[in-house]
């Protein structure tokens, strides 16, 4: 799972909103293509595989090429699924891993790509004009850093702390990530309603543990970083720049530290501006409320008190000039994507390339297309909806979600580690989940926005004031779960809201292979089926346990039930342990438990949704495949996956998510599985049935 914080300037272009509480399901998500070279090659793949698809489109539905049939199902079911393609694919170079759902995500970019090319030969629309802004690279060039002359001088012209602290308010309403960041976001403790919210952003290197002394590959970035503040103040004229990035770097430390706990008590701080400056005096929090444009008098809540008090008493030890200094790096490193090459490509080799192992940007006409969706998603998204998804697609997949909905329901009536009450609030809790699909009902219009062709600079300040100044006066407007604030419509990728208690699942993630209007159903099952019972069963985990059936931040599992889960699990985290993934690295059971539990879940959810999708009857046998081994072949095949040694050692030490080749082991705690391909004891993935691991 991952809970993004506010956006910055190296904010994910693909997520729409970066907010409190949105879980995104991302081991599919760091993929990012790299260069033009990589774009054509990858064209002529998605030929390739659309050329297959239709070879064997009235055959079988599943990737029948892509198995090894040599492989015995119970010895190695990833291999023997994805053995073919496994060997076939080849990784464009560059990138750490390629997936299966590439195809999807070029075909989406190509949809988007297209709409933007139509605005952006329309001289009258604004995404068109916000686009060609960006495009004119020689106009960038020859401006520099001139557009950004005048908030630059304002910032070298800070004298005071008061001063400072009303810069980093008035700059983070214009997408200056910084350490006093604030929002209006979901009230945790009063569903329907927004508080005001103080978060934690403003590290220059992301990750807090890259502030931590130990690991090599933390020193080597913290290195990286300091050169490239040095670079941003020598390249803004501020004298003394080697010491002054030593010194930034030595303050964002400070602010770095405490790590707070993973998975810790989900904490509500409800406070006045008056206890903020008891309690964390030499701050003046109320320039900084008055900054961010906060209605005077309101209680505001504060997300992580243990980080904000470090933060605090980091901002009262410094001096004007190294927050001077800072708040330079953190302004330049948000705008320099925006600015002439030179700036822009700085910030390119360390918030893509150190950070995150990018080795060449995006196409730029992507990034154009991701601008427009950051600032004025839905004038293409709209577009996107009613070209790519139709109506009929978007009704089989609320079918397919009500089969999967009550298959859990179920489940849930019958999972023993539950007790009566808590079994009764969860079958409530799932009841309370909705599930939107494909878009959203209304369209926003961005009332007030507008962009000039010839000043992109000032479109970007423009467009992150708009979205402050929405922020903010959304305060007392109710909150309305169905609006789509993590992902786009043309997103290839699902989203949780924990808070709302909605799941999202967008028109572009809804295209062949995990969804396809055509397909038999034992792959959209397999497929798309799964993925929305793992969704759902997020509910019901160790976080799902935090929020209660109103999506309020509140622990609603007695100690018992909660100590009975955990034994569960427990099993779950030896078994996934004992997997090598690579010589000498295993999976990290603990790590990727969440996410393990979660497939588990999904498996038997979206086994069942089948079957009963099926009312009563027995599928035809496909090229000698009944509906139950398509079901589960489609299973492993959607988690097919190839990495570069780098790429698998990143995912192994980093990412919540198994790597998929042992994902697809989650079948051996599956009874129909084994009665599916005949598994028997001998075979490698054999588990005797009290040793399955059964949580849903
Ligand atoms: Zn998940």
């Known amino acids: 799972m991952e809970r993004p914080g506010r956006g910055g300037g190296t904010a994910n272009e693909d997520n729409k909103q970066q907010e409190r509480s949105l879980r995104r399901d991302d081991a599919h998500q760091q993929y990012v293509f790299s260069s033009l070279r990589v774009f054509a090659l990858m064209l002529r793949s998605v030929f390739a595989v659309l050329a297959i698809a239709s070879a064997t489109a009235s055959a079988a539905s599943f990737d029948i090429r892509g198995m090894d049939r040599s492989v015995r199902p119970g010895d190695d079911f990833y291999l023997y699924a994805n053995g073919q393609w496994d060997r076939d694919t080849v990784i464009p170079a560059g990138a750490p891993f390629v997936f299966g759902t590439v195809n999807a995500r070029r075909t989406s970019i190509e949809r988007l790509g297209s709409i933007v090319d139509e605005l952006a030969a329309d001289p009258a629309s604004r995404a068109g004009a916000l686009y060609r802004s960006f495009m004119d690279e020689a106009r960038l060039d020859a401006l520099g850093l001139g557009p950004a002359g005048p908030m630059l001088r304002a910032l070298t012209g800070l004298r005071s702390k008061e001063a400072v602290a009303e810069a980093m308010g008035r700059y983070g309403n214009l997408g200056v990530s910084t350490f006093l960041a604030g929002t209006v976001d979901d009230d945790d403790r009063r569903p329907g309603h927004r508080a005001l919210h103080w978060t934690s952003d403003g590290l220059g290197m992301g990750d807090r543990a890259y502030y931590q002394p130990g690991t090599a590959d933390a020193a080597k970035v913290a290195q990286a970083y300091q050169a490239y503040a040095r670079?941003?103040?020598?390249?803004?004229?501020?004298?003394?720049?080697p010491r002054l990035a030593a010194e930034v770097l030595a303050f964002e430390r400070q602010l770095a530290a405490p790590n707070s706990p993973e998975g810790g008590t989900p904490v509500y701080d409800k406070v006045s501006l008056r206890d903020m400056e008891r309690r964390m005096p030499g701050v003046p929090w109320h320039t900084v409320t008055r900054a961010f444009g906060w209605p005077e008098g309101r209680a505001m809540l504060i997300d992580e008190p243990e980080v904000l008090a470090v933060r605090a008493a980091a901002f009262r030890k410094a001096s004007v000039e190294t927050l001077r200094a800072y708040l330079i790096v953190r302004f330049l490193d948000a705008y320099a994507p925006y600015l002439s090459h030179d700036v822009a490509d700085l910030a390119f080799a360390f918030d893509q390339g150190v950070l995150k192992g990018v080795t060449a940007?995006?196409?730029?006409?992507?990034?154009?297309?991701?601008?427009?969706?950051?600032?004025?998603p839905d004038d293409v998204e709209s577009i996107y909806a009613a070209r790519y998804f139709s109506a009929a697609a978007r009704a089989e997949v609320k079918a397919l979600t009500r089969h999967v909905r009550d298959a859990f329901a179920r489940r849930l009536a019958n999972v023993t580690w539950m007790d009566d009450a808590t079994r009764k609030r969860a079958l409530g809790k799932l009841d309370n989940v909705i599930i939107e699909v494909g878009y959203p009902d209304t369209w926003r219009a961005y009332k007030g926005l507008r962009f000039e062709d010839d000043d992109l600079f000032g479109n970007v300040v423009r467009g992150e004031a708009w979205q402050h100044e929405w922020n903010v006066a959304q305060l007392d407007v109710p909150v309305d779960r169905h609006e789509w604030r993590c992902l786009y419509p043309s997103t290839v990728n699902a989203c949780s809201d924990d808070t709302r208690l909605a799941l999202f699942l967008p028109a572009g993630f809804l295209q062949a292979p995990t969804f396809d209007p055509d397909a038999d159903p034992a792959q959209n099952y397999g497929r798309l089926g799964e993925t929305v019972g793992h969704e759902l069963t997020h509910q019901?985990?160790?976080?799902?346990?935090?929020?209660?059936?109103?999506?309020l931040r509140a622990p609603w599992w007695p100690a018992a039930v909660r100590e009975r889960f955990l034994a569960r699990e427990d099993a779950l985290v030896k078994q996934y342990d004992a997997y090598e993934a690579a010589p000498g690295m295993r999976v990290d059971g603990k790590r990727t438990l969440g996410e393990n539990t979660a497939d588990l879940g999904g498996l038997n959810i979206a086994y069942d949704a089948y079957r009963a999708a099926l009312d009563g009857k027995e599928p035809p046998v496909v090229d000698g495949f009944t509906g139950d081994q398509r079901f589960f072949l489609s299973f492993a095949q959607n988690n097919h996956g190839k990495y570069t040694a780098d790429g698998l050692r990143h995912v192994l030490l980093t990412n919540e998510h198994a790597p998929g080749h042992q994902r697809t082991f989650e079948v051996r705690n599956v009874?129909?599985?084994?009665?599916a391909f005949d598994v028997e004891p001998g075979d490698r993935l054999y588990l005797p049935p009290s040793e399955r691991v059964r949580i849903w």
Request: glycine fraction near 10%; proline fraction near 7%; charge should be positive.
């Open 231 to 241: 670079q941003l103040l020598a390249r803004a004229g501020v004298p003394d720049a």
């Open 361 to 376: 940007p995006k196409p730029r006409k992507e990034r154009g297309a991701d601008l427009i969706r950051r600032f004025i």
């Open 540 to 551: 019901f985990d160790r976080a799902g346990s935090t929020f209660n059936e109103d999506g």
């Open 671 to 675: 009874d129909a599985w084994y009665r």
